[in-house]
Every structure is written in structure tokens, then in C-alpha cells.
């Protein structure tokens, strides 16, 4: 297998553990060109904590920080601009990432205050920040989520964090799928580690927070969205910059069950915590039992990709081993339904694809 396609995907709580083994497994310093400098790219949006769904946990920055270091090497930094309206250095802070920094003697730069590049893209020419541009290894580490205006925001979307305020309205303007595309190709982050431990079902905010407790990394910004895309139940037409992006030569958007490499099973990450309304709401016809987060996600996502309420019974988790089941089953745990989705985790993707009847 090609390592320049593989997807390493883990399951845990641990957030810096899961990043170390992340990045261990994919070999990541072979990526860092001789003397090179690391710079890592988190989402810090706005201020808040990582649990409401919508900034990078400070535990998977970490993990790549002391793998870099345990690795040699000696220039490390964080870099972010939370969009327009919040202050980045607030936000920092409310996730954690000032304790971070003193801790492993990390620097974090403002990108709101950096100097910038005009580069020419397929959408015309962009002001994008020179920490970003110059680093030797740039790190994307997004959260995969959901987004009210682009239906989900990962690797891609995340480098809209590299750019100045300016060019941020500019992107706006012009629609978003366009630039975002011309980015993901003028920036092409060497490593993305995607933050799928909670990520938000609908905003980019957070505030409707779905724990899934597991990462992914690839070396492919375009890949990594692809899959993500799958993980949240979408479809390609609901997401047309990821497309459009491997037009622009960011990456190429294919992705099968070959390149994924499992570092551990999903039952390494078992149990739900309390939903909040909308995630209790679409799975109020669901059976709940021993449930793998992943596996509870990939529902939950299916759910509300396809509006919720199906109107039947749908069965899910490791209590249902082994039994009839008179209804939808979720995974190879419920197989013993009338109708179920394969897969340990299945994706939302193929949850959907059966809720709809086409699976
Ligand atoms: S199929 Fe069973 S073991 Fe696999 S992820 Fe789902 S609940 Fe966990």
C-alpha cells in the first residue's frame, strides 16, 4: 500500500496519545525537509473549549508537538487567525493552548498580525499569511464538522485560517466553494491530522456537539475531506469545493477501504455521553446498547443528513450481539436485523445510503 494514500485512523479519548500514535504510524518525520520548520495549524475559530464541538483539542497539538520534538525537531510553532470578529489570542486561551505553549516552550503567532504573500490561484491572485506559506512542514489539524453555509468544514476549509481578515470577506463574497478550492491547492499542507473526538453535527461554532472520540491523518487535504464527507453522511454534490479542489490540483478526492489503516477497533472508544436536544431528538427511535461512539456517530450524522425521523426501529451497539432484531440494524453488531449496515464502525455514509433504501 502507497503511504501517500493511506488514511491511519484511531479510536480513544486520549487526544495527545491518539495524535502520538497518529503520527508515529504514518512516519511523519519523514515528511519534515532537512532543517525544516514544523508549523501547526489547529482550529481556534473562536473562543471556546474543544468539547463544545467546534475548536482543535489542545491534546492532539500536544501529541504532535512531542512527537516533532522526540523526532529532533527544534522549531515547532502553532499558527491560527480565529475568524473575523474574535480575537485570536482570546481564543487560544479559552482552549487551552496558553498553558500548551508555556509547557512545551512552543510559540503561538497571530496570524491576524502576520505579514503576507500575494499568490497567484486558479481564482486570481491571494493574500495568504508567510508563516503558513513558509513553513517547512505545514500541519493541518482540523476538526471535522459540520457547517451551516459549506454542509462540513475539515482540512480544506481549516486553511481559510491562513489567510487575513481581508481576504476573508473577500472569500465570502466570492461564495466560498471557489476559494476555498484555490487555497487547499496554494497551500497543500504536507500532514493532516483530523480531530474527529467531537466535532459540532451543524455549525462551525460548535453548540450541537457530537462525540465520536477518534482521529485520522493522511497526507492529502483533499483525501482527508473526501473521507471526512463520508464520516458525516454527505454526499459530493453537498460538498462541491473537495472537487473542485483536486481540479485545482490540491489532492486527489478518492478514497477506498484499502487505503485505511486501523490502528485499533472502534470498541477502544465505547459509551455516549448525555446527547444534547437535537442529537436526543433524531435518535429518539433508537435502541441504544453499548454503543461504540464512532458507531453512534456515523447514526447520528445519517439521521441528520436525512431529516431524522425514518419510522422505524433502528438497533445499535454491542448488547444487541447475537440477537433478532425486528428493525434497522447498525453495524456488525446487529446483524441479527431484518436489514443492517456492515462496517465496525459503518460511516454515516453508508447509514444513509440504507436509511434511504439503497443499500
Ligand atoms: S459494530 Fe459494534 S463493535 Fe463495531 S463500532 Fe459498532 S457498536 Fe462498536
Same mark, same amino acid.
Given at each position: 500500500?502507497?503511504?501517500?494514500?493511506?488514511?491511519?485512523?484511531?479510536?480513544?479519548?486520549?487526544?495527545?496519545?491518539?495524535?502520538?500514535?497518529?503520527?508515529? !504510524?504514518?512516519?511523519?518525520?519523514?515528511?519534515?525537509?532537512? +532543517?525544516?520548520?514544523?508549523?501547526?495549524?489547529?482550529?481556534?475559530?473562536?473562543? *471556546?473549549?474543544?468539547?463544545?464541538?467546534?475548536?482543535?483539542?489542545?491534546?492532539?497539538?500536544?501529541?504532535?508537538?512531542?512527537?516533532?520534538?522526540?523526532?529532533?525537531?527544534? $522549531?515547532?510553532?502553532?499558527?491560527?487567525?480565529?475568524?473575523?470578529?474574535?480575537?485570536?489570542?482570546?481564543?487560544?486561551?479559552?482552549? =487551552?493552548?496558553?498553558?500548551?505553549?508555556?509547557?512545551?516552550?512552543?510559540?503561538?503567532?497571530?496570524?491576524?498580525?502576520?505579514?503576507?504573500?500575494?499568490?497567484?490561484?486558479?481564482? =486570481?491572485?491571494? &493574500?495568504?499569511?508567510?508563516?503558513?506559506?513558509?513553513?517547512?512542514?505545514?500541519? *493541518?489539524?482540523?476538526?471535522?464538522?459540520?457547517?451551516?453555509?459549506?454542509?462540513?468544514?475539515?482540512?480544506?476549509?481549516?486553511?481559510?485560517?491562513?489567510?487575513?481578515?481581508?481576504?476573508?470577506?473577500?472569500?465570502?463574497?466570492?461564495?466560498?466553494?471557489?476559494?476555498?478550492?484555490?487555497?487547499? !491547492?496554494?497551500?497543500?499542507?504536507?500532514?493532516?491530522?483530523? /480531530?474527529?473526538?467531537?466535532? /459540532?453535527?451543524?455549525?462551525?461554532?460548535?453548540?450541537?456537539?457530537?462525540?465520536? $472520540?477518534?482521529?485520522?491523518?493522511?497526507? /492529502? !487535504?483533499?483525501?482527508? %475531506? &473526501?473521507?471526512?464527507?463520508?464520516?458525516?453522511?454527505?454526499?459530493?454534490?453537498?460538498?462541491?469545493?473537495?472537487?473542485?479542489?483536486?481540479?485545482?490540483?490540491? +489532492?486527489?478526492?478518492?478514497?477506498?477501504?484499502? *487505503?485505511?489503516?486501523?490502528? $485499533?477497533?472502534? &470498541?477502544?472508544?465505547?459509551?455516549?455521553?448525555?446527547? %444534547?436536544?437535537?442529537? !436526543?431528538?433524531?435518535?429518539?427511535?433508537?435502541?441504544?446498547?453499548?454503543?461504540?461512539?464512532?458507531?453512534?456517530?456515523?447514526?447520528?450524522?445519517?439521521?441528520?443528513?436525512?431529516?431524522?425521523?425514518?419510522?422505524?426501529?433502528?438497533?445499535?451497539?454491542?448488547?444487541?450481539?447475537?440477537?433478532?432484531?425486528? =428493525?434497522?440494524?447498525? +453495524?456488525?453488531?446487529?446483524?441479527?436485523?431484518?436489514?443492517?449496515?456492515? +462496517?465496525?464502525?459503518?460511516?454515516?455514509?453508508?447509514?444513509?445510503?440504507?436509511?434511504?433504501?439503497?443499500?
Amino acid at each position: 500500500m502507497s503511504k501517500t494514500r493511506t488514511i491511519w485512523q484511531i479510536h480513544g479519548t486520549d487526544a495527545h496519545r491518539m495524535a502520538l500514535q497518529l503520527l508515529e !504510524a504514518c512516519d511523519a518525520i519523514r515528511l519534515v525537509p532537512s +532543517g525544516g520548520a514544523v508549523a501547526l495549524k489547529p482550529n481556534l475559530i473562536l473562543a *471556546d473549549v474543544a468539547q463544545n464541538g467546534a475548536v482543535t483539542h489542545p491534546g492532539v497539538v500536544s501529541g504532535c508537538i512531542a512527537y516533532f520534538r522526540e523526532h529532533g525537531v527544534a $522549531n515547532v510553532s502553532i499558527i491560527e487567525s480565529s475568524w473575523i470578529g474574535d480575537n485570536t489570542i482570546r481564543a487560544m486561551r479559552r482552549a =487551552g493552548y496558553e498553558d500548551l505553549c508555556r509547557r512545551y516552550n512552543v510559540p503561538f503567532y497571530d496570524l491576524k498580525r502576520d505579514q503576507t504573500h500575494s499568490v497567484h490561484t486558479a481564482i =486570481g491572485n491571494m &493574500s495568504i499569511c508567510a508563516r503558513a506559506l513558509d513553513a517547512g512542514l505545514l500541519v *493541518d489539524l482540523p476538526v471535522l464538522k459540520g457547517h451551516c453555509q459549506t454542509r462540513m468544514t475539515c482540512a480544506l476549509k481549516n486553511l481559510k485560517g491562513c489567510i487575513p481578515d481581508h481576504e476573508k470577506r473577500r472569500f465570502h463574497a466570492l461564495g466560498l466553494t471557489k476559494p476555498i478550492a484555490a487555497l487547499g !491547492a496554494a497551500l497543500k499542507p504536507g500532514l493532516v491530522v483530523v /480531530d474527529s473526538i467531537c466535532g /459540532d453535527l451543524c455549525f462551525e461554532e460548535g453548540g450541537t456537539p457530537v462525540q465520536t $472520540n477518534m482521529m485520522y491523518a493522511c497526507t /492529502d !487535504a483533499v483525501q482527508a %475531506d &473526501s473521507y471526512g464527507r463520508s464520516l458525516m453522511g454527505l454526499a459530493p454534490e453537498d460538498v462541491p469545493y473537495i472537487e473542485l479542489a483536486e481540479r485545482y490540483g490540491a +489532492g486527489c478526492a478518492s478514497w477506498n477501504e484499502t *487505503d485505511l489503516v486501523l490502528l $485499533n477497533e472502534a &470498541s477502544a472508544a465505547c459509551g455516549y455521553g448525555t446527547p %444534547d436536544a437535537t442529537v !436526543a431528538r433524531l435518535t429518539r427511535c433508537v435502541h441504544q446498547d453499548k454503543a461504540c461512539s464512532a458507531c453512534f456517530a456515523a447514526l447520528v450524522r445519517a439521521l441528520y443528513a436525512t431529516d431524522g425521523d425514518h419510522g422505524h426501529d433502528i438497533y445499535i451497539g454491542q448488547g444487541w450481539q447475537g440477537k433478532a432484531l425486528d =428493525g434497522l440494524g447498525v +453495524g456488525k453488531c446487529c446483524k441479527g436485523a431484518a436489514r443492517y449496515v456492515s +462496517g465496525c464502525p459503518p460511516t454515516a455514509d453508508a447509514v444513509v445510503r440504507k436509511l434511504e433504501g439503497e443499500g
